[in-house]
């Protein structure tokens, strides 16, 4: 599976952008799929995940209510709709598939990077003050 990530780029604060993760090699419609960023300086970080029918949803706390995940297992493609972006938001932002539990709906270990096994390669987002 390869995932491009992209929609990233230059926002002032209040602004929005929706990042898209595409994925060819293989369908990933039965996959929980997930979005990570990571800061400068700073260790990468869970910031939303979705279940393969997207039924189950799960925010990092510092997103909730801002952030928006979505799919569109047609397209084989993944959604971030990033509102109310703060400065503290820039990041390269990386998606990913959980490949090993295929049709799962459940909140096992979301949030851990470990247990995605494919990532793509980053779009970088910049929110200046």
């Known amino acids: 599976v390869q995932l ?4 990233g780029g ?3 604060a209040g602004g929005s952008l929706r990042l898209s993760c595409a994925a060819s090699g293989r369908t990933t419609g039965s996959y929980r799929m997930g ?3 990571q ?3 700073k260790e990468r970080e869970f910031v939303a995940a ?3 029918n997207a039924g189950s949803t799960f925010y990092a706390d510092s997103v909730k209510g801002r952030f928006t995940i979505s799919r569109d297992n047609a397209k084989n493609t ?3 709709q ?6 503290e938001d820039t990041a390269v932002y990386y998606c990913a598939a959980d490949s090993k539990r ?8 979301y949030w851990r990077e470990s247990d995605y096994d494919y990532w793509g390669q980053g779009t970088l987002v910049t929110v200046s003050s």
Do not use: H
Request: aromatic share 24%; net charge positive; glycine share 10%.
């Open 4 to 7: 491009q990530a992209s929609g």
């Open 10 to 12: 230059l926002v002032q």
């Open 35 to 37: 979005w990570f960023r």
């Open 39 to 41: 800061a400068p300086g």
């Open 50 to 52: 979705i279940s393969w």
């Open 78 to 80: 993944v959604y971030l």
């Open 82 to 87: 990033m509102n109310s972006l703060k400065p």
């Open 102 to 109: 295929a049709y799962y709906s459940g909140s096992y270990y």
